[in-house]
C-alpha cells in the first residue's frame, strides 16, 4: 500500500527545468501586471491621483500614494525580471499584492462609494472580483516561492 502511495506522488513530480519555466512564466505574468498597471497610473496621472483623493482613508496621503504606488510598482517588476532578485521580487510583490487587496478590502467596509482607479481593464473588474483577481495572482507567486525552494540546482 504505501508503495503504491509512494508510487502515485512520483508520478506528478515535476522536473527541475519544468519548474523553472513555470517559475519563469509566473514572475513574467506577474512583471506584466505590474508593468502594465504602473503605465495606467503615469500615464494618467491626474485621474489617478483625483480618484485617490476620494478615498477618506487615504486621502490625506493621496499625492505621496500616487506617485509611489507606480514607482514601487515598476521596482518589483524590475526585482522580478533579474534572475538573482527574483526571490525577494515575488516577495515583494506578495506583500505589495498583500498591500492592495487589504485596501480594497478595507475600502469596501469603510467607504460608501468606491471608486476603482487601478488603471486599465483592470478598473472593469467589481469590487469582489478584484479581490479574487488579487488573491489569484498572490497565490501564483507562493506557488513560485514554493517552486523554488523544492529546486536543488537553482540559485537565486
Given at each position: 500500500?504505501?508503495s503504491?502511495?509512494t ?20 514572475c513574467w505574468?506577474c512583471m ?12 494618467d496621472?491626474?485621474?489617478?491621483y483625483k480618484?485617490?483623493?476620494r ?7 493621496a ?6 504606488v507606480?514607482?514601487i510598482e515598476?521596482?518589483?517588476a524590475?526585482?522580478?525580471?533579474i534572475?538573482?532578485?527574483t ?20 475600502a469596501?467596509?469603510l467607504e460608501?462609494?468606491l471608486?476603482c482607479?487601478?488603471?486599465?481593464a ?6 469582489g ?10 497565490f501564483m ?5 514554493r517552486l523554488?525552494?523544492?529546486i536543488?540546482?537553482l540559485?537565486?
Open positions: 500500500m504505501e503504491t502511495i508510487n502515485a506522488k512520483s508520478k506528478f513530480q515535476l522536473s527541475d527545468p519544468a519548474k523553472e519555466k513555470i517559475i519563469t512564466a509566473i505574468v506584466a501586471l505590474f508593468l502594465y498597471t504602473a503605465y495606467a497610473k503615469i500615464v496621472h491626474a485621474r489617478f480618484g485617490l483623493t478615498v477618506h482613508l487615504i486621502s490625506g496621503i499625492l505621496y500614494i500616487s506617485y509611489a507606480p514607482a515598476i521596482i518589483v524590475l526585482l522580478l525580471l534572475p538573482k532578485s526571490r525577494i521580487g515575488l516577495y515583494s510583490f506578495i506583500a505589495v499584492m498583500s498591500s492592495f487587496t487589504i485596501y480594497i478590502i478595507s469596501m467596509i460608501k462609494k471608486p482607479h487601478c488603471g486599465g483592470i478598473e472593469k473588474l467589481s469590487w472580483q478584484h479581490t479574487w483577481f488579487n488573491l489569484a495572482f498572490i507567486a507562493i506557488v513560485a516561492l523554488m525552494q523544492s536543488t540546482s540559485k537565486t
